[in-house]
């Protein structure tokens, strides 16, 4: 059968990601990976949701742990993550939060809520691959997001009305970005609520790295900065989208959204066409390691990784050649590059793989237009120190010939 008479228009916009294809190669023993931005498993917190885990059933909750459960999730662990959202300057209860299966399943369902054909969506030059792919399935526009404020709102309105939609949303990671580890400064922040006022549409504050800082004073949420001045999250536009998968276990597929109700309840609606609810156990046990650990087990995560962050930012000055430069970031997992204009970070990742066994991730596939292939991305949460110098040491070689 020819499937594709079958398949809907948006299949010729997806693709498959170039991160979970490099990712295959963490199964060679012989790869130094900067490619994988993902936590180190040698330091999930195991014992506690073993323990976890033993003690929903020996409390006697195993049978509620097994049954179906509410789609908008468990309820302890919502009242938890209010309370660590009012600590941010957010203040909510559980009604403003919608546990979903990881943040990306919030990107997808934010996608389907607000996306028509043709309508324009805002994001970074470049942005996080998936959020990319979560809402190329609803047939957008992507239109580049200056958040430096020297693009009037009227522009983006405009380019938007003349591809024949209008612009829904600015999608931004605004803590440690993925793939730059670049940081939002407070006047942009600020500049995001005035352009989404004067837009009409919403932000999508994607802050899956924010407990993830090593460096400098932290930075208020775009959340909590429009709550200062709207008095109300009833009244904001910026949805916040959290995630236990760079802080505790990614595997267990846990993640939220915080935004006003009359949001939460449309989302709560494509949750329950999706897939009913994510999964109580897994709610159960996440509320219960983080209620008992959540705030020593990221100060170690802290810890270890700004001693990684620091040993790839020595190697890349002692190492890489002139003509090539890098971010400095003060958190996350990421350190991007931009190489000499005729290098393509492509060819150089097949030369890399070939010759230094070496991995990254080429900085084409982060931009909407395919553009600046000059640029790669590097993750320094899996190596030690020693690793990463020697993988650094091995990548300024060939970019030095």
Not at 344 to 368: C, E, I, M, W
């Amino acid at each position: 059968m020819d499937w594709q008479q079958v398949f809907a228009s948006r299949i010729a916009r997806m693709k498959a990601s170039e991160i979970r294809e490099l990712l295959k190669l963490l199964d060679q023993p012989d790869i130094i990976s900067f490619a994988g931005g993902i936590p180190d498993p040698k330091l999930f917190p195991a014992a506690a949701f073993q323990d976890a885990f033993n003690g929903i059933f020996s409390s006697g909750a195993g049978v509620e742990a097994l049954q179906y459960s509410v789609s908008e999730g468990y309820g302890p662990l919502r009242d938890w993550i209010a309370g660590q959202m009012g600590e941010l300057g957010v203040p909510c209860t559980r009604d403003h939060i919608l546990i979903t299966s990881g943040s990306q399943q919030a990107l997808d369902y934010l996608g389907k809520l607000m996306l028509s054909p043709g309508d324009t969506a805002l994001v970074g030059w470049p942005t996080y691959l998936g959020a990319l792919g979560a809402f190329n399935a609803y047939e957008p526009r992507f239109d580049r997001l200056a958040p430096q404020g020297n693009r009037p709102a009227h522009d983006y309105a405009d380019a938007a009305v003349a591809q024949g939609g209008r612009v829904k949303f600015a999608y931004m990671s605004v803590d440690f970005a993925n793939p730059t580890g670049e940081t939002l400064d407070l006047a942009a922040r600020e500049r995001m609520i005035d352009l989404a006022d004067g837009l009409g549409i919403a932000l999508i504050e994607d802050a899956a790295y924010q407990v993830l800082r090593y460096d400098g004073d932290a930075i208020p949420p775009i959340l909590a900065l429009e709550i200062a001045r709207k008095g109300s999250i009833e009244d904001c536009r910026t949805i916040y989208c959290g995630s236990f998968s760079k802080s505790l276990a990614p595997g267990l597929r846990v993640g939220w959204v915080c935004a006003a109700t009359s949001v939460i309840s449309q989302l709560v609606l494509m949750k329950q066409a999706a897939d009913l609810h994510s999964s109580t156990i897994n709610q159960m046990a996440i509320a219960r390691v983080a209620r008992d650990i959540f705030t020593t087990h990221v100060a170690m995560l802290r810890d270890t990784y700004r001693a990684r962050r620091d040993a790839m930012l020595a190697a890349l000055s002692s190492h890489m050649p002139p003509g090539v430069t890098w971010t400095k970031p003060q958190g996350g997992m990421f350190i991007w590059l931009t190489l000499p204009a005729d290098t393509d970070g492509a060819d150089l990742l097949a030369r890399s793989l070939k010759t230094q066994r070496v991995a990254f991730v080429p900085g084409r596939a982060f931009h909407a237009d395919g553009s600046c292939g000059n640029t790669i991305r590097l993750s320094f949460s899996l190596a030690d120190p020693a690793t990463i110098n020697e993988g650094i040491r091995r990548l300024g070689a060939l970019l030095s010939a």
